[in-house]
């Protein structure tokens, strides 16, 4: 997937997370939240690293005709270059001590998917029955449909 692409990605998963664990999983268990974030950042750190490593070989990216990954280094090249496959070929190759860039690199995955998840907490809501920032943008129709709907509950009991 590469650094910069995973960097996206794991603010994205981390944010869909926070809608998921709102909407759907806090009702259940208050656990959720954190199996999701285990799962998702270790997926991303095992694949990330199988591909930087060369274990998973991601020159049969090279049937594009826009993609050239050298056959040595392909996964180091890959993982520098993330938007290779979009076309846009950075043309970062390896050199010495890049490796400790890219450990910081892929623990920063933690502080992405935490602020992904932090910002849409805030936009979706900490708690199920907060509605968040995002009823800026909701149609009012709702509100009026949700209101006298509960109205009229409050008047048969």
Known sequence: ?????????????????????????????KDWIVFLAIISI?????????????????????????????????????????????????????????????FFLLISYLFWYYFGSKLGKIFHGYRTYQQGHYMIIRPVKKYIKDREKRNLKEHKE
């Open 1 to 29: 997937m590469g650094f910069l692409a995973s960097l996206i990605l794991m603010f994205w998963v981390g944010w869909v997370n926070s809608y998921l664990y709102r909407k759907f999983l806090r009702k259940r268990n």
């Open 42 to 102: 270790s997926g991303f750190w095992i694949f990330d690293s199988l591909i930087y490593f060369e274990i998973f070989d991601m020159t049969w990216l090279n049937f594009l005709p826009w993609v050239n990954i050298p056959m040595v280094d392909g996964g180091k090249y890959f993982m520098w270059n993330s938007f290779i496959v979009l076309g846009l070929d950075f043309g970062i190759t390896h050199q010495a001590g890049m490796e400790i860039i890219a």
